[in-house]
Structures are given as structure tokens and as C-alpha cells.
């Protein structure tokens, strides 16, 4: 037996713990698991009760945002200003810039729209020295929100390049380092808060996208690290581990045409190794289950980003999503062994496919049995 199916053995302690409590019987043992289970109700009621309180002033506490052109950056950025922040919004191209200041037009927060590559020194260093200037009417910035992401090359790591892993780390993860590095100081002046969207990837690994999963990793990191460090400055950081939703970053068209560059780069004895019916059924199962789990409710994640900002008790972290919530942070709690059984079954059952030199393996394996 392989050492990855030894983790099935994991899957007899879902049954068998019940049984193991009614047999023994033990009241002592079941008072105390019910006062945990009470503990954790109230710990959360509490939470969420005290997650009503808001700040005030919000017409004076500026707050700078990155990846504005769609998606999450640019909701955050037209909420924010529905409630009279001013809003500096950081957008990768012009054409982003003018179709936000458009839709914004008529709301009440004031915005400034600043061309900004977070995978550039140059473009976050003339960005943090337009807002040393830009700033000084607030204080400093209240709030800076590293939203500025991207999924980059995704397929099996056999298939990928290390330049796969240093294109979405450079965004997704040094991106973050080098805005939050860049405008730290104003942070500081108005004890401000840090606000960083890392993802459930950060969490558990899935198969497919690890450069994206080692990004949101790393990032997280090093959130929880300047979260210490920051708390003598009065600065607070959080972070946001979003599911799968329903934005330009998982568009099925962009998924789709970096799953094709990737298998196109892809090196012929690797190519044999897999088969082509393992990149054509692997590229269809990648596009139908982003489909399947990617919700439509991206303003969930929205209001988590604007509670983080604006809340009284901000949250240090936000699981957002059914599938964060239910499926994938309890799942990282779980003894590896049986995360990963679980794993491998979940991709049985959605019928993911089997590399073609494996195939060809068991079909020997079955003939030699037979003979």
C-alpha cells in the first residue's frame, strides 16, 4: 500500500469517536465537551455583537487601495466613497482609472485614482510619494487594503516553471511586502489598519494552483508577523481568506488561456508522462469546478474589507464564504492523514483524471494479477 492511502485509516475515527463516547459513557467527559462547544457559541455571539460598533469620522479617515481596475478592489472602492471616504485607488491601467472615477462620479467620498504596478519598486515608491503629500489634509492614511492580485500560470507542477512561481509571487506576495512597506509610515501617523485579502489557499493546499497557493502563503506570513510587530504603533492587520468567487480572476476565458500556455510550454517527456486527455479533461474539471464553487456574493467579501476599515472590533481575520467556513478552514484543523484522504476523494468523485503513465502502471499490474 502507498503511504498517501494510509490516510484512509483517518476516515475510521469519523464513526468510531461517537461510539467511543457512548461506551464509555463519561459524564465528566461530556460536561466538558459541552461547555467547550458553549464556550465557542459564546465566543462567537460575542464577536459578532461587538462587530456592529463602527468608527466615526469617516469623511476624514483616507484610505489607499490597490487593484481598482475590477473585481473586489473596485466594489471597495465605490463603497467606501457611498459612506464619504476619501479613497485613493490604485489601478493598473488608465482605462480601470476612468471607468472607476466614471462610476463614482456622483457619490460623496472624494477619490484619486494613481497608477500603480504593485509588481514594480518604481511604481509603488512614485505612488507612496504622491500620498506623502496627498495625505497630509487626514493625517496619514487610515487604512491601506492589498487587494492587488492575480491566479498566473495554474496547472500541476510538473508542467510549471520556476518563472510561473516568480510571476504570481511577485504580485500576490512581494506586491504586498512592497506597498505595505512602501506606505507603512503613514499607517503609523494615524495608527491605522493594515488590510491584506490572502485566500482559503493560504490554508489548505489544492491541487492545480500551487503558484498561486505558495503566494497566498507567504503573504499571510508575513501579515502575521508585521501583526506583532505593529502592536506597540498602535497598528492592527488583517486578513481576509476568501473561497472561490465570481471574479475576473477566475474567469473561465483567463483560467482556460493559462492552463493552454502552460500545457503549450510544457516539456514533450512530460507531456508523455500525463497524456494529452489528462491536460484536455484537466482543463474542463479546472473551469467546471471553479464554476461549481465560485459564488456570485462578492459583495461578502466587500463588506469584509469595509468592516476591517471601518468596524470599532475589526476582526484580525475574516473567513469568507460558504466553502472557507465549512469546507475549507475545518479541513485544515484535520490530522494531515485524513485532509488528505478526504482530498483524494473529493477528486475521485469529481472525476478528476489520472496521469497516463499511472494508468498504464495498474493496467500491468492488474494483468500481471490476472496471469
Not at 156 to 184: H, Q, S, W
Not at 280 to 308: C, I, N, W
Not at 336 to 365: F, N, S, W, Y
Request: with cysteine; proline share 4%; net charge positive.
Amino acid at each position: 500500500m502507498n503511504s498517501p492511502d494510509l490516510g484512509f485509516l483517518w476516515l475510521l475515527a469519523i464513526p468510531l469517536l461517537p461510539y467511543l463516547v457512548y461506551l464509555l459513557q463519561d459524564v465528566t467527559f461530556l460536561s466538558g465537551l459541552g461547555y467547550i462547544v458553549l464556550l465557542f457559541i459564546s465566543y462567537h455571539a460575542i464577536q459578532q455583537a461587538l462587530g456592529i460598533f463602527e468608527i466615526g469620522d469617516l469623511d476624514k479617515r483616507a484610505v489607499f487601495i490597490t487593484g481598482c481596475d475590477t473585481g473586489f478592489g473596485n466594489l471597495l472602492a465605490l463603497k467606501c466613497m457611498k459612506r464619504g471616504m476619501p479613497v485613493f485607488a490604485g489601478c493598473l491601467t488608465e482605462k480601470g482609472a476612468a471607468a472607476l472615477r466614471d462610476a463614482s462620479a456622483s457619490l460623496p467620498g472624494k477619490l484619486e485614482t494613481l497608477i500603480v504596478n504593485v509588481a514594480s519598486d518604481e511604481s509603488v515608491a512614485a505612488a507612496a510619494k504622491y500620498l506623502d503629500k496627498a495625505t497630509k489634509p487626514y493625517g496619514g492614511l487610515h487604512g491601506v487594503v492589498n487587494n492587488a492580485g492575480i491566479v498566473g500560470g495554474a496547472f500541476f507542477d510538473d508542467m510549471l516553471t520556476i518563472d510561473n512561481y516568480r510571476e504570481v509571487v511577485e504580485v500576490n506576495t512581494f506586491g504586498v511586502i512592497r506597498v505595505t512597506k512602501a506606505v507603512k509610515h503613514l499607517v503609523k501617523k494615524t495608527r491605522g489598519r493594515i488590510v491584506t485579502v490572502a485566500s482559503i489557499c493560504a490554508r489548505i493546499g489544492i491541487r492545480g494552483i500551487g503558484p498561486y497557493t505558495v503566494s497566498k502563503y507567504a503573504a499571510t506570513a508575513y501579515c502575521e508577523v508585521i501583526r506583532q510587530e505593529l502592536h506597540h504603533f498602535g497598528v492592527s492587520v488583517h486578513i481576509l481568506e476568501p473561497g472561490f468567487f465570481n471574479t475576473p480572476l477566475i474567469d473561465e476565458k483567463i483560467v482556460q488561456a493559462g492552463i493552454d500556455k502552460v500545457w503549450t510550454n510544457t516539456p514533450d517527456a512530460i507531456k508523455r508522462e500525463y497524456g494529452e486527455r489528462f491536460f484536455t479533461q484537466g482543463r474542463e474539471k479546472a473551469t467546471s469546478s471553479l464554476a461549481m464553487f465560485g459564488s456570485p456574493k462578492v459583495h461578502l467579501v466587500v463588506d469584509a474589507y469595509f468592516h476591517a476599515l471601518t468596524a470599532r472590533f475589526p476582526h484580525l481575520r475574516y473567513q469568507v464564504g460558504v466553502d472557507s467556513k465549512l469546507l475549507f478552514v475545518p479541513m485544515a484543523y484535520l490530522p494531515t492523514g485524513l485532509r488528505d484522504a478526504l482530498a483524494h476523494a473529493i477528486a475521485k468523485m469529481l472525476g478528476e483524471p489520472v496521469p497516463e503513465c499511472v494508468k498504464q502502471q495498474e493496467a500491468k499490474i492488474m494483468s500481471a494479477k490476472n496471469q
